[in-house]
């Protein structure tokens, strides 16, 4: 019990309280009591699983309208894709319990003052940018909602007009962010109803925040990691070795880059936790960010004269591509991070090393030479290459809808 007050007194006190924050709100900080995460599962269960219940019902009733059913899908995926996300995090909750012990374990680690200042900056980094990327992301649920109920109430003299000849399903969109069916009236029930379908959007976006703000955390420690890395060994002859425990000879440069393999081992161990904590999820959100792309977009074309519709669906397209983009940017932060070793153990002066010490600094040459990428269901790599084919095949789909309308 001491090591765990220890463990979330430290995470408290660092650069990394944001992630401790976020996981222990969705009951995945590893070190809280199984009861308490029970609990916090409970809730979720009963709050999204009862708005995806309402969420599917309403989509049956819409069943016999193919364009109807299309324009709902990317909004019935949504709460799909966050589910899987969070069942997969409780199943890998020891991997993720793994990196926050690499981290700490790291921060705790003996090195030198300047390695100690370049991870700092990498952590305080990706702290600012956490608590950037959480409200930019948490507003945007706000934004939708309010157009929505803005929406019912510029056109709620029309839409009370329409009623007569509109089907119950169709009615249940007026006002409404997603076709729903709670099997009461609507009109009579609206603000309960809305309020319900809020919080299961705003809970499911909340999911999303906590799944990337840890990838963010997780991006930055293995870039902080690396540029530590290619510090060492560009000075492998500059400074003297703080860590004895990793002093095995007299010759400076040998310890050093001895600590430089095993400081290379972990951040590739760190990268191979990571993948099995994210490349399954990451493979099917981006799958679902091709579909709902193409679907939002097909939705603002055909809905140019409906100023408010036009507006909800692009704040909805918004959130889409920055989350697209943010996935692939932190990946190809890593590869870049990983290439630049290569570039350091050359420029390193391995012309004046023992014979020992150059063959020791060739193992990290080879091994870096291919850079490190985190990749989705092991197919692709996420990387701006990715991002690339993902709009472009997400412009393919639209264009599919186009000339099927």
């Known amino acids: ?137 948490l507003c945007h649920p706000i934004i939708f909602q309010s157009l929505t109920l803005m929406t019912r109430l510029i056109n709620k003299k ?45 809970s499911y976006t909340f999911l999303i925040v906590v799944f990337d703000v840890l990838y963010i955390i997780s991006i930055e420690h293995c870039c902080g990691l690396f540029e530590s890395l290619r510090y060492r060994l560009e000075n492998a002859f500059n400074f003297e070795n703080n860590n004895n425990n990793l002093t095995f000879t007299k010759n400076l440069s040998y310890s050093n880059i001895v600590y430089s393999i095993q400081r290379h081992t972990e951040t590739m161990q760190f990268i191979v936790i990571m993948k099995s904590v994210y490349s399954l999820p990451l493979f099917i959100q981006v799958g679902y960010l091709v579909l709902a792309l193409s679907i939002v977009g097909f939705q603002i074309i055909t809905n140019t004269e409906n100023i408010n519709q036009v507006i909800k669906h692009t704040a909805y397209m918004n959130v889409l591509l920055i989350n697209i983009f943010f996935e692939n940017w932190q990946g190809q932060k890593i590869i870049d991070s990983s290439e630049k070793v290569f570039e350091s153990a050359y420029n390193a002066e391995w012309y004046n090393m023992p014979v020992a010490t150059r063959k020791l600094l060739i193992m990290i040459m080879m091994t870096s030479k291919k850079p490190l990428m985190l990749t989705i269901g092991k197919f692709f790599a996420l990387s701006y290459i990715t991002f690339n084919a993902v709009i472009r095949t997400s412009s393919s789909y639209f264009m599919l809808l186009r000339s099927v309308q």
């Open 1 to 137: 019990m001491d090591n765990i007050d220890q463990f979330d007194q430290f995470f408290k006190n660092s650069h990394y309280n944001i992630v401790r924050s976020l996981l222990s709100v969705s009951g995945l900080w590893p070190f809280h009591t199984l009861r308490r995460r029970c609990a916090i599962y409970l809730a979720m269960i009963l709050v999204l699983g009862s708005g995806f219940t309402f969420e599917v019902l309403g989509v049956m009733d819409i069943w016999h309208d193919s364009f109807e059913v299309i324009d709902a899908l990317p909004l019935l995926f949504f709460p799909v894709v966050n589910m899987i996300k969070m069942i997969y995090a409780v199943y890998t909750l020891q991997n993720i319990k793994l990196l926050l012990i690499n981290m700490q374990e790291y921060c705790l680690s003996p090195k030198s003052d300047k390695e100690t200042k370049i991870y700092n900056s990498h952590a305080l980094y990706g702290q600012k940018f956490g608590y950037i990327y959480t409200g930019l992301v």
């Open 158 to 202: 029309e839409n009370e007009e329409k009623n007569a000849s509109s089907t119950e399903a169709q009615g249940a969109q007026i006002g409404l962010s997603y076709h729903v069916n709670y099997m009461v009236d609507i009109d009579t029930y609206y603000v309960p109803i809305f309020i319900h379908t809020a919080i299961c959007e705003m």
